[in-house]
């Protein structure tokens, strides 16, 4: 995002000032409040203006805007929310308004089918690809663009009722006094969706603190160990209590039957094989790169910085068995696996 801002101003604007200058970007809403308000923020006095039908067309843009703010930050609750992340944009909004106002002027009277149809099929729908999640998506608009809204009976949510009629600024002050706290009720989820999102929020939040404590570590009697230091002792212990590799030929010839049984411990041994060997490669280059005796690469920078902050590197993980613990327990899990197996192909008893 920086070097894009540096490329557009070179040349217009000193390079040293670009450099030193505070950047800033526009960080998308979150919240339903702040997405709704969002939402409405793209239109103006004159837009709700615009229609012959203006009581029909102000109170059909604001369930749009409710919807588009529900489709939008339901994201955050992960697979709870969409079984698939989509790029529901801004765009999507306005052209349904522009597609509502036609369809409004050209009609005796709401056409309240086709309307959803529109949005939940095309519009919104163009970017769907789960039929479970087009069908989430068409039954908001059915419960979100229903004639009831037009007499004020329409719920968008418990305790927040579809407006009166009002101009933009009222639209606003209603959403900022009428709309219940946040919570994924206003969404239509139950209460506990809203655990999964919090503990990534927390985790990605004490992720981000510690990878911003300092590098170097003061040491009993006043020494400071570096963070190479500190790797350079989370990799020999690693090696050196690493096991070594399967020999998967001595164990074949112990069996003469290949029994399921039997099977299983040679697949479980081979993957552990698979993982233990790529351990120990990349940690020896990484030794010989801490000696000079080989370039320092990306991956091995991404391996100093996961041995340092104690978790489990990407090219570890992906050969590995699906875990969520940091290293050093990650680690001591592989240890005991491995003794396991070890007991377990011994006699296969």
């Known amino acids: 995002m920086i070097d894009s801002l540096l490329k557009f101003f070179h040349g217009v604007v000193p390079m040293g000032i670009l450099e030193s200058s505070i950047k800033i970007t526009n960080e998308p809403p979150r919240g339903m409040q702040a997405n709704l308000l969002k939402a409405l923020s793209n239109f103006t006095q004159d837009t709700l203006e615009m229609c012959s039908k203006e009581a ?12 588009h703010a529900c489709v939008a930050e339901r994201r955050k609750f992960g697979s709870q929310g969409w079984n698939r992340p989509y790029p529901f944009n801004t765009g999507d909004l306005t052209i349904s308004v522009h597609v509502l106002y036609n369809y409004l002027e050209a009609a005796h009277k709401v056409p309240w089918e086709d309307l959803r149809y529109l949005f939940g099929e095309i519009m919104y729908g163009g970017h769907i690809t789960d039929d ?20 004020g009976e329409l719920m968008l949510a418990p305790g927040f ?9 009222g639209y606003q002050q209603y959403v900022m006094t009428c709309l219940p706290p946040e919570s994924p009720n206003l969404y239509g989820l139950p209460l506990n969706a809203e655990v999964g999102f919090l503990t990534r929020t927390s985790e990605h939040l004490f992720k981000t603190v510690f990878e911003l404590q300092p590098r170097d ?3 009993s009697g006043g020494v400071v ?3 190479e230091d500190k790797v350079k002792q989370t990799l020999d212990e690693i090696l050196e209590k690493l096991p070594d590799p399967f020999n998967m030929v001595e164990i074949a010839g112990k069996v003469e039957e290949r029994t399921p049984y039997v099977v299983v411990a040679f697949q479980e041994c081979e993957r552990l094989n698979v993982v233990t060997n790529a351990i120990k490669s990349s940690l020896k280059n990484l030794d010989l790169g801490f000696k000079g005796e080989l370039k320092m690469t990306v991956a091995m920078e991404e391996l100093v910085e996961a041995l340092f902050l104690d978790q489990v590197p990407d090219a570890w993980s992906k050969r590995a068995y699906p875990s969520t613990h940091g290293l050093t327990a990650w680690f001591a899990d592989l240890l005991l696996r491995a003794k396991e197996l070890e007991s377990w192909v011994s006699d296969f008893t």
Not at 56 to 67: A, D, W
Not at 162 to 168: E, G, V
Request: net charge negative.
């Open 56 to 67: 029909e067309f102000k109170s059909l843009i604001f369930s749009l805007c409710y919807f």
């Open 132 to 151: 479970w999640d087009r069908r989430l998506c068409i039954s908001y608009l059915e419960e979100f663009i229903r004639p009831d809204q037009l007499t």
């Open 161 to 169: 009722p579809s407006p009166p009629s009002l101009d933009h600024a």
């Open 217 to 219: 570590m003061g040491a």
């Open 225 to 227: 160990i570096t963070r």
